[in-house]
């Protein structure tokens, strides 16, 4: 099984932000437990074939541009295919869990040729995925989000630049603001934002409140905004989503809902966002953001780690698939996926330490 990352990553990472002004940005490409952090990924030049890739079944039934690896991720020497004839000849077959039937009909079902690997991609979280019967031994490479998979793609991350002007956010017109598409009273985030507009105005949007937001109009809303909240779903290590990684990037400041802060300190500096857990009622939390609402020099000390980073994100699923062939067209290691949901379920699992709410 994947190997676990230790803790010492992400207090390295929190100790980073303020060493990297006096460190040459090279070096830290050679720090071994840094490096999966800030490294972009590269192609070697040394392929001895172009890897062919078949991508089982469109992922979420919604088919995707095959030629990008090359001119959109710089990733050579990959020839993606959906055709299934092919299947004989593919080196790796990319199977999404979420279009994965019961029954596993849908699977390929003629005999595996020796050196083909199956490679199991899920980026939702435990919660949100179904425990199919029988997954185990059947694949050989594993894509998540989670960083201790063999093909660990977050749904973002912070890589190095170097700035020379401030960065100065955007005008805000709004204080707090939440763009929801799955509102459940069940999450736990739910009950949060319920807790937090009794304090301050929270300005919502989404389906459920019947202010749908377009893409267009997305970007606005969010950079309009002082803080964002972003509240995952579900909470489980590493189960970081584009709701971080969209605020940073559009220049809010995240509030965040999801794993511990210890864990989105392996992803971003421990001074880009704010925990609900930092406080210890919400209506704490409410009268901090009054605070740096009033107080512009402050806030803006949120926005310290921008001289030295920006945020990339991954297209999925194309960007994904261009990774799952380059990394198999770099390791030749061979193995079976013999854990998968106990790696998957069991290791997923942050401990629940219940939000104190009031
Ligand atoms: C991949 O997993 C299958 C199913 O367990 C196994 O039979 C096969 O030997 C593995 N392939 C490689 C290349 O390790």
Known sequence: MP?????????FFRFAIFILPTLLMGSLYYMPSFQHLIKPYKSSSTAH???????????????FDLELCSSQF??????????QSLYDKADAVL???????????????SPRPPHQKWIWMN??????????PSLDNQFNVSLSYRRDADISVPYGRLVPVNQDHKFVPPEKDKLVCWIVSNYNPEHKRVHYYEQLQKYVQVHVY???????????????????????LSFENSMHKDYITEKLFNALDLGAIPIVVGPSRHNYECFIPADAFIHVNDFSTVRALAKYLLLLDRDEAMYRRYFRWKRHFQVKTFSFPAENACLACDYIRQNRQYQVLMNLYQWYWDKGEEPDKSLFLY
């Open 49 to 63: 074939h172009p890897i062919l890739v078949l991508i089982w079944l469109w992922p979420f039934d919604q088919p």
């Open 123 to 132: 980026l939702e979280s435990p919660s949100n995925t179904a425990q199919i």
């Open 95 to 109: 199977i999404h869990h979420r279009d994965i039937t019961r029954d596993l009909s849908n699977l390929p079902q």
């Open 74 to 83: 710089n990733i050579q020497g990959c020839h993606l295919t959906v055709d």
């Open 3 to 11: 190997s676990e990352i230790g803790h010492d990553v992400c207090r």
């Open 206 to 228: 989404g389906d459920y409140f019947e202010r749908h937001v377009s893409e267009e109009e997305y970007k606005d809303i969010v950079s309009g905004c002082k803080f964002y």
